[in-house]
């Protein structure tokens, strides 16, 4: 079966970012539906796949970082307003049994992302 996961290193501080809330949206007609919300751990990675089982269906999804949170906890110098706060990936998933592994890489001013394995 598929699954979805996530890690996200914070590129700033040259490790992984610790308890930084991801929530997960199902997408539907443009319209997104709250799914569930997940705490990052020392590895910079939920405990557990984030989606996964009979969940794991193909469909448009969306994963908001509260970067803006976790930022600001790390101490970094940051400017008021944040330049990056909610950071929002919209993805699709085509293939039931896939392993969709969306990593963030984050600093305060920028931010990446791809489809990791």
Known sequence: MGRLTTHVLDTA??????????????????TPAHVSTHITN???RVD???????AFTPGT???RFMAGAY????GQPLPDPLFLDIIPIRFGIAEQDGHYHVPLLLSPFGYSTYRGS
């Open 71 to 74: 930022l600001k906890r790390t």
């Open 13 to 30: 501080l040259g490790r992984p970012a610790e308890a930084l809330a991801i929530e997960l949206w199902s997408i539907t007609d443009d």
């Open 61 to 63: 999804y969306e994963l």
């Open 48 to 54: 557990g796949p984030i989606l996964d089982g009979d």
């Open 42 to 44: 020392s590895d910079g």
